[in-house]
């Protein structure tokens, strides 16, 4: 079955490329475009695509806001969102992150990185680059709230380990086949990370892992960030 797309981006040539490099792969149809986040919020409404790709600079309704109002808290059925950016700045990834955001996509990436983002968000998994991980999470440590996704029960070692692999930007397959374990049961320890964390996506997973000091480096980045 086709993956459904709305892409939001003000700038007529950015959706036009991006509409041309996800038509152009057999299992994705781009379904429509939207030129500011207001159209985007009521396309996506109408239209229920399985993805939205939203740019996060955008006249009327900026692409946290876009992210809230379509995959934030409360939202009953919310949609899955990936922001596309060419900016790396710490305050956007956070807002995007706390509003909903599934994955995140630099546009002077890789392209196969926006069919690679479609793909994994329309399975409900998110697609965050390990370049990206490294470079945006590391340095949004700092301003995540570390009491907001304690863990109610401790997590598992096992838990530990798929937690890393899901901050790496791994996906499920490749967390299996490195734990040597069925991609089953690495959605069983998904499940059970969210419930612990109350995390709602892969992202919100991600954060906490850096914020609590579970990734390499992370420490060194958030003393020298403060």
Partial sequence: MSISVLVADDQAMIRTSLRLILDDEPDITVVAEARDGAEAVALARQLRPDVCLI????????????????????????????????????????GALQAGALGFVLKDGDPTLFTAAVRAAGVGDALISP???????????????????????PLTERETDVIRAVARGSTNQEIAAALFISVSTVKGHLTAIQNKLGARNRSEITAWAWESQLMPGSADRRNSGR
């Fill in 55 to 94: 740019d996060i600079r955008m006249p009327r309704l900026d692409g946290i806001d876009v992210t809230r109002a379509l995959a934030g808290p409360g939202i009953a059925d919310p949609l899955r969102v990936v922001i596309v950016t060419t900016f790396g700045l710490d305050e956007y990834v956070h």
């Fill in 131 to 153: 370049s990206i991980t490294r470079r945006l999470l590391r340095n949004l440590a700092p301003v995540t709230t570390p009491s907001a996704l304690q863990p109610d029960t």
